[in-house]
T-cell receptor, first 113, second 113 residues
Framework: RKEVEQDPGPFNVPEGATVAFNCTYS??????FFWYRQDCRKEPKLLMS???SGNEDGRFTAQLNRASQYISLLIRDSKLSDSATYLC??????????????FGTGTQLKVEL | DGGITQSPKYLFRKEGQNVTLSCEQN?????MYWYRQDPGQGLRLIYY???????QKGDIAEGYSVSREKKESFPLTVTSAQKNPTAFYLC????????????FGEGSRLTVL
């Protein structure tokens, strides 16, 4: 089983739709969680951190379910500019204070007119 | 402005040649990472370094080497022993004390002819 699993998509949705992605992780010792966005042939950029209480940033909402070991990302009122690959990232803090971050393979979103 | 600079952005090499990718950061971050990304795949960790003069193998270190002589610099050498070196290489850094948010360079795209 992969440490971090995502549905690769692509998810093709019309503009204005609401779309949700899930990501599951296998290591229960994972301590922090992130969603990154990656545009084609570019570097990933942090979209948002994911907290147990859930967090929202504009049209984006992230949730963490530790019991079931998954995180989710909800995008409301999707825009053409939301088209990208969304990477789920799971972090374990190492002995000595370093971080071990594991990336999912990403979910591709295409928003269409 | 603080950030991570990778060079070169595009690199072509012949089989059997070693090549070194540069990564410099002025964020005063302790930890630095090298990832490889292949088309349609997630990021895979090659090497990471939590402090100067120390580095650890990641999941796919074979055929690669690194050094960390200065806090700001973490060059990656792709050796001739790497069987399939054509890929997109991403350097990242993070503050060792934080929860794991990564800051990425723009990437280096290596093509072996």
């Amino acid at each position: 089983r992969k440490e971090v699993e995502q549905d690769p998509g692509p998810f093709n949705v019309p503009e204005g739709a609401t779309v949700a992605f899930n990501c599951t992780y296998s290591n229960s010792a994972s301590q922090s969680f992130f969603w990154y966005r990656q545009d084609c042939r570019k570097e990933p950029k942090l979209l948002m951190s994911v907290y147990s209480s859930g967090n929202e940033d504009g049209r984006f909402t992230a949730q963490l379910n530790r019991a079931s070991q998954y995180i989710s990302l909800l995008i409301r009122d999707s825009k053409l500019s939301d088209s990208a690959t969304y990477l789920c990232v799971v972090n374990i803090i190492l002995t000595g204070g370093g971080n071990k971050l594991t990336f999912g393979t990403g979910t591709q979103l295409k928003v269409e007119l | 402005d603080g950030g991570i600079t990778q060079s070169p952005k595009y690199l072509f090499r012949k089989e059997g040649q070693n090549v070194t990718l540069s990564c410099e950061q002025n964020l005063n971050h302790d930890a630095m990472y090298w990832y490889r990304q292949d088309p349609g795949q997630g990021l895979r960790l090659i090497y990471y370094s939590q402090i100067v003069n120390d580095f650890q193998k990641g999941d796919i270190a074979e055929g690669y080497s690194v050094s960390r002589e200065k806090k700001e610099s973490f060059p990656l050498t792709v050796t001739s022993a790497q069987k399939n070196p054509t890929a997109f290489y991403l350097c990242a850094s993070t503050d060792r004390g934080n929860t794991g948010e990564l800051f990425f360079g723009e990437g280096s795209r290596l093509t072996v002819l």
